[in-house]
């Protein structure tokens, strides 16, 4: 049973270029060709105030906020078990279209399997316009504070 005090901050944030030789720099569409280090992010975090029998967590991503959803983590997650104390979480998704924006959520997994949506959905706005120049924009930003469950 997964028992949570979740304070759930979604902040997708725009991380900083550097140059680099011989690596194309981000533009929009696929960014397999820039280098791991070089390609534009979009980075969930979360935070748990306790947490019970907690395995891990996965991300998932949509292009729209109704989904269809496909997970990205390649592996979860790890969470901190049972503890009182807060932990904090963060997932940095390197596999966008800097050009789009995406929709996310966290699922929780529970030591015995069980999985449940941990957060809400929560939008990532497009980094780069389609003339491939940085977006200005206030950061997207979604705060949400769940009272504990027991499930």
Request: hydrophobic content about 35%; proline content about 7%.
């Amino acid at each position: 049973m997964l028992s949570h005090r979740l304070v759930f901050i979604a902040l997708i944030t725009l991380l900083p270029l550097h140059a680099v030789a011989a690596a194309p720099a981000p533009g929009c569409g696929d960014q397999s060709k820039v280098a791991a280090a070089q390609r534009l992010k979009n980075t969930a975090r979360w935070s748990t105030a306790s947490e019970v029998d907690s395995f891990g967590y996965d991300v998932y991503r949509g292009d729209a906020e109704k989904g269809p959803f496909a997970k990205v983590t390649k592996s979860p997650v790890l969470g901190a078990g049972t503890t009182d104390e807060t932990h904090n979480y963060q997932y940095a998704d390197d596999s966008i279209d800097p050009c789009k924006e995406y929709w996310y959520y966290v699922e929780s997994i529970s030591t015995k399997g069980a999985r449940e949506k941990f957060t809400p959905v929560f939008k990532a706005g497009a980094k780069l316009g389609a003339d491939g120049k940085p977006v200005v924009k206030p950061a997207d930003a979604a705060t949400k504070t769940a009272p504990s469950e027991k499930h």
